[in-house]
């Protein structure tokens, strides 16, 4: 499956973002899907992930009750709402796929296709 990432740019510290991730060349229901994102100088990290039912979600602790991971089946999209920015939000923002009907985990290995990022600057 391809992925193509949209909705980053700049907003200020305590604004809010909706990230898309539009999916192709494949059956979006048969994908858990997730999100990271990689600040300069720094590894890549687990935001959120979903379940392809919708049904089973994960947060990393650092965005919990901040960020909601979602995704439409019939638009083949998965998104990541983003309230309460903070300046550390700050990144390059991946989508992820992974074939699974489990819910996706943490690790980045775990997934099969990426995509291109999208940049989120958040001023303070």
């Known amino acids: 499956v391809q992925l193509q990432a949209s909705g980053g740019g700049l907003v200020q510290a305590g604004g809010s973002l909706r990230l898309s991730c539009a999916a192709s060349?494949?059956?979006?229901?048969?994908?858990?899907m997730g999100w990271f994102r990689q600040a300069p100088g720094k590894q890549r990290e687990f935001v959120a992930s979903?379940?392809?039912?919708?049904?089973?979600?994960l947060y990393a602790d650092s965005v919990k009750g901040r960020f909601t991971i979602s995704r439409d089946n019939a638009k083949n999209t998965a998104y990541l709402q983003m309230d309460s920015l903070k300046a550390e939000d700050t990144a390059v923002y991946y989508c992820?796929?992974?074939?699974?009907?489990?819910?996706?985990?943490?690790?980045?290995?775990?997934?099969?296709?990426w995509g291109q990022g999208t940049l989120v600057t958040v001023s303070s």
């Open positions: 979903i379940r392809w039912s919708g049904v089973g979600i």
């Open positions: 992820a796929a992974v074939r699974t009907f489990t819910l996706p985990k943490m690790a980045p290995h775990e997934y099969d296709s």
């Open positions: 060349g494949g059956t979006f229901s048969s994908y858990g």
